[in-house]
């Protein structure tokens, strides 16, 4: 896809590997709830473009707790990769609301000595605040959170904005979406992906708003983007 964006896997790298060779070299690290997160959001890279310049890793975490706990991990870690300026977070409501998921992600980097300098600064449903290193240096931590809350299920995942880039297509009517409880009983993993690569890209960045706002927020998307 991109010569300048890497896939991180700290589970499976060795440790000398991961952070003396390839976190170093990392400019901005994007943290992933789990793989089909981490396939929307390289794919909405890809339509949308980012600037050639800045190294970008990509973390399938494997479940939210494990977001959690390498997102507290890479905060630390920034202390000796200088040249991260930026860690994202791409994490599912579920049954919280976006407040409520933001504050529990929050709490817990602070549980774990993480220093938050900045109230969170909310555009929709992605929220940007600055961590502080021991050394002083800032590193802007930037959370987004999925699930389309006008739709009737009874939790909210990233495959809630699949349903509405459906809708927004027209391949479905409002009364399927009725019928179901769950995103995933209208979307399977290779629909969405399917359908990121024919949709509109302005239908995809309004369904898929907050990945967009999170990739600006970041600073990776090129200037065309």
């Known amino acids: 896809m991109f010569s300048n964006v890497y896939q991180l896997e700290p589970t499976g790298d060795t440790f000398y590997n991961f952070i003396f060779q390839k976190l170093k070299a990392i400019d901005v690290i994007i943290i992933c709830e789990g793989k089909i997160d981490k396939k929307v959001v390289k794919k909405i890279m890809s339509?949308?473009?980012?600037?050639?310049?800045?190294?970008?890793?990509?973390i399938d975490a494997g479940g939210i707790d494990l977001a959690y706990d390498i997102a507290a991990i890479i905060a630390f870690l920034a202390n000796i990769a200088?040249?991260?300026?930026?860690?994202?977070v791409l994490i599912d409501a579920e049954r919280s609301t976006v407040d409520e998921r933001v504050?529990?992600?929050?709490?817990?980097?602070?549980?774990?000595?993480?220093?938050?300098?900045?109230?969170p600064q909310a555009e929709g449903q992605?929220?940007?605040?600055?961590?502080?290193?021991?050394?002083?240096r800032a590193i802007n931590l930037v959370i987004a959170v999925s699930g389309d809350f006008s739709l009737p299920f009874n939790a909210h995942k990233l495959e809630d904005h699949g349903v509405r880039l459906l809708l927004m297509e027209g391949s479905i009517n409002e009364e399927k979406v009725k019928d179901a409880e769950d995103a995933k009983e209208i979307i399977s993993e290779e629909r969405l992906l399917e359908l990121l690569e024919r949709s509109h890209i302005d239908n995809i960045k309004s369904a898929f708003r907050h990945i967009y706002t999170m990739l600006k927020m970041l600073g990776i998307l090129s200037a065309s983007s």
């Open 126 to 136: 992605t929220y940007k605040v600055t961590i502080e290193t021991v050394r002083g």
């Open 103 to 119: 504050k529990s992600l929050l709490d817990s980097l602070r549980s774990h000595g993480v220093r938050i300098n900045t109230p």
């Open 47 to 58: 339509i949308s473009g980012i600037s050639t310049n800045i190294r970008v890793g990509i």
């Open 82 to 88: 200088r040249k991260l300026k930026a860690i994202g």
